[in-house]
């Protein structure tokens, strides 16, 4: 097996990587195995549902596709993917399980290869290789090479499934994401029409009665002077009723002595001047009775007007407050809005923390806001305050103190370690009075679809009472919509590492180098920029794999993974093709740089003590180097193939080393 060989796999094997849907990649891995052996037979066989089935082939007959159907062990397939090991059988017709196979005339020669293909150190298929076009027989060499392919095909069929997954849960997320956001839309523009309805109505009617009240002078403002004309009227009403009641007496009396004076003047004809005169008193005291009777009967009506006026403020009274805390509701609701529309384009929760705190401040005038938030196992906390207030670093470690204490005792834990963002200095203003005592605080906690709590959120006040139950019910609903867009943000922040990270190592993976080698390379050439790329292959892995397994193999994989990223600078970019083979993307560094940082590398690797069952196995890794400007490339493919070449004369001559193309 020589260089071109690899090369040629290797160039075939990016289509592969390219290939994101399942239905697309099975032809294309049997028309790639075809050309990469010059086979008239291939085939791409999958376990599905407990069974091994042919996904695609070249050169079957279509029934014999549709009908084969195995079980692991059974046939040399089933035997491959029991086992997990690769078959070379140089004579099939000395071997009695394959018989029947060579006495069909579709196989002119007694040899074939078939490789397993492992994904996550378990067997999901095979891929199956007989006939040359060239009539001769396969050799080990060409099972090696079948054995490199397979792996190219078990990272191919990994990126397809983990980008059909990416799909669905990017699909899942913006529909989700859709319907909250038409919901609070339906939602706040309901309550708005209701509140303005109800506000036009309102204010129609309070119109209304202003002006039917203005012409008695019974605003809302007087309902209490309205009230005292009431109880006086009713005591005048009393008063009269009294008194037309003694005048009734009187009258009484007097009709009876009027009567009595009648037999008299009936009897006394001489009395008749004294009649005339009580008759005429009898006729001015009814004229009394009767102006009496008539104002207490304007009295009770004047009452009863009064008694309609005072429910009629009542009613707009209540409906005054009724407005109002529409009113606040829409205030809240718009605030919740504003929030909402900030922080939902924001991926990061520090980001969103920082926004919610800055938007809450118009709103709530605390002097310190504070928050914390859990990521990844570390404790983040950052502070925000009003500038147009002094506040000295003893307010500040107060106010650090309160939210640290909350998380101790929500979390139920003794002892935690912050990393506050920024330091006091930034804080204190310079003009800064002394310590100033909190005084009102309010602390709301943020939690995750499981219920967990995640962030903290902490206003602080040098005022007394300065926070109501409206303003902490209101913060509590912001909340609300922070944790679901810390919670969204987390998501699409694991989204995009199932999208760019290697799953076994944490670096990043081919396709994500594939995309920024190809930016960083454009960019270096047309700007005249030095740029190095580092190849590296770990040494013997088949052999480390053949003697302890997969798992332990995949131990060591991570192992140089994690010598590597110790290695290099912070803005380098380490990627894992697949296997145990690294690119090292170097912007900005000319060869010599790059050519000490390959060395360091395998030096680390070289001195690392890995043990297996307590005995010291040793390490080593071949590295090759492509650097500009010193190599004359205009192309990234061919820039590519400089430092994989550059790989190949390492191991070639001797391992453990590090080659440098054009040297």
């Given at each position: 097996m020589d260089i071109l060989q690899i090369h040629r796999l290797f160039e075939l094997s990016k289509e592969l990587i390219l290939t994101f849907e399942e239905k697309e990649l099975y032809p294309l891995i049997v028309d790639i195995t075809a050309k990469i052996f010059e086979a008239e037979i291939c085939s791409l066989m999958l376990i599905e549902e407990g069974v091994i089935k042919i996904k695609a082939a070249v050169g079957l007959p279509e029934r014999v596709i549709k009908k084969t159907c195995l079980r692991p062990g059974e046939g040399i397939v089933g035997h491959v993917v029991k086992y997990g090991k690769p078959i070379f059988v140089k004579d099939i017709a000395k071997n009695q399980r394959f018989k029947r196979i060579f006495r069909s005339n579709r196989y002119y020669n007694g040899s074939l290869i078939i490789s397993p293909i492992i994904l996550k150190d378990k067997v999901i298929g095979t891929v199956n290789v007989t006939n040359k076009t060239s009539r001769d027989p396969f050799t080990e060499d060409d099972l090696h090479l079948l054995n490199i392919f397979s792996g190219h095909v078990a990272f191919a069929l990994e990126n397809a499934r983990l980008h059909k997954l990416e799909k669905e849960e990017v699909r899942a997320l913006k529909t989700e994401r859709l319907r909250i956001k038409e919901r609070e839309i339906q939602t706040h523009t309901q309550r708005v029409e209701t509140l303005r309805m109800e506000a036009q109505r309102l204010k129609e009617h309070t119109k209304r009665l202003i002006a039917d009240t203005e012409k008695e002078e019974t605003k809302p403002e007087k309902v209490k002077d309205i009230k005292i004309r009431v109880e006086e009227l009713t005591h005048y009403e009393k008063e009269l009723e009294e008194r037309a009641y003694k005048l009734r007496e009187e009258a009484e009396e007097l009709e009876r002595k009027a009567r009595e004076l009648e037999r008299r003047i009936q009897q006394m004809e001489r009395d008749s001047e004294e009649a005339r005169e009580l008759e005429l008193r009898i006729n001015a005291l009814r004229t009394q009775e009767e102006e009496a009777r008539q104002k207490a009967e304007e009295a009770e009506r004047q009452a009863a007007e009064l008694r309609e006026r005072v429910e009629e403020a009542e009613i707009i009274i209540a409906k005054a407050e009724e407005i109002n805390g529409l009113i606040s509701q829409a205030k809240e609701l718009q605030i919740l809005y504003g929030i909402s529309s900030r922080i939902t384009p924001l991926n990061e929760p520090r980001e969103i923390l920082r926004c919610s705190l800055e938007?809450?401040?118009?709103?709530?005038?605390?002097?310190?806001?504070?928050?914390?938030?859990?990521?990844?196992?570390?404790?983040?906390?950052?502070?925000?305050?009003?500038?147009?207030?002094?506040?000295?670093?003893?307010?500040?470690?107060?106010?650090?103190?309160?939210?640290?204490?909350?998380?101790?005792?929500?979390?139920?834990?003794?002892?935690?370690?912050?990393?506050?963002?920024?330091?006091?200095?930034?804080?204190?203003?310079?003009?800064?009075?002394?310590?100033?005592?909190?005084?009102?605080?309010?602390?709301?906690?943020?939690?995750?679809?499981?219920?967990?709590?995640?962030?903290?959120?902490?206003?602080?006040?040098?005022?007394?009472?300065?926070?109501?139950?409206?303003?902490?019910?209101?913060?509590?609903?912001?909340?609300?919509?922070?944790?679901?867009?810390?919670?969204?943000?987390?998501?699409?922040?694991?989204?995009?590492?199932?999208?760019?990270?290697?799953?076994?190592?944490?670096?990043?993976?081919?396709?994500?180098?594939?995309?920024?080698?190809?930016?960083?390379?454009?960019?270096?050439?047309?700007?005249?920029?030095?740029?190095?790329?580092?190849?590296?292959?770990?040494?013997?892995?088949?052999?480390?794999?053949?003697?302890?397994?997969?798992?332990?193999?995949?131990?060591?994989?991570?192992?140089?993974?994690?010598?590597?990223?110790?290695?290099?600078?912070?803005?380098?970019?380490?990627?894992?093709?697949?296997?145990?083979?690294?690119?090292?993307?170097?912007?900005?560094?000319?060869?010599?740089?790059?050519?000490?940082?390959?060395?360091?590398?395998?030096?680390?690797?070289?001195?690392?003590?890995?043990?297996?069952?307590?005995?010291?196995?040793?390490?080593?890794?071949?590295?090759?180097?492509?650097s500009l400007p010193e190599v004359k490339v205009e192309d990234v493919k061919r820039f590519f193939s400089r430092a994989d070449e550059a790989l190949y004369q390492a191991k070639k001559r001797g391992r453990n080393q590090v080659y440098v193309y054009g040297t």
């Open positions: 938007r809450l401040l118009p709103h709530f005038r605390y002097h310190i806001g504070l928050y914390l938030v859990d990521e990844e196992e570390e404790l983040i906390g950052e502070i925000v305050h009003r500038h147009d207030c002094p506040i000295s670093t003893e307010s500040i470690e107060e106010a650090k103190k309160g939210i640290i204490d909350s998380w101790k005792m929500l979390k139920k834990v003794k002892d935690v370690k912050v990393s506050f963002l920024s330091g006091d200095e930034e804080l204190v203003s310079p003009t800064g009075k002394g310590f100033e005592k909190i005084k009102s605080f309010f602390t709301t906690p943020l939690t995750d679809n499981k219920g967990e709590i995640t962030a903290l959120i902490s206003i602080n006040s040098f005022d007394k009472k300065a926070f109501s139950e409206s303003d902490k019910r209101l913060l509590s609903l912001v909340c609300s919509h922070v944790s679901i867009a810390i919670t969204k943000a987390r998501l699409f922040k694991r989204t995009k590492e199932l999208a760019e990270k290697d799953e076994l190592t944490g670096v990043y993976n081919y396709r994500y180098f594939d995309r920024t080698f190809q930016e960083v390379f454009k960019k270096a050439t047309d700007e005249k920029l030095p740029l190095s790329l580092i190849m590296l292959d770990f040494d013997y892995l088949k052999k480390f794999n053949d003697k302890y397994g997969h798992e332990e193999g995949n131990r060591l994989i991570r192992t140089i993974a994690d010598l590597i990223k110790k290695s290099v600078r912070e803005e380098d970019l380490v990627a894992r093709f697949g296997g145990d083979e690294f690119g090292i993307i170097l912007k900005n560094t000319e060869r010599a740089t790059a050519i000490n940082m390959a060395e360091e590398i395998r030096n680390n690797i070289w001195r690392y003590r890995y043990e297996i069952e307590g005995k010291v196995h040793k390490l080593s890794a071949s590295l090759g180097i492509a």
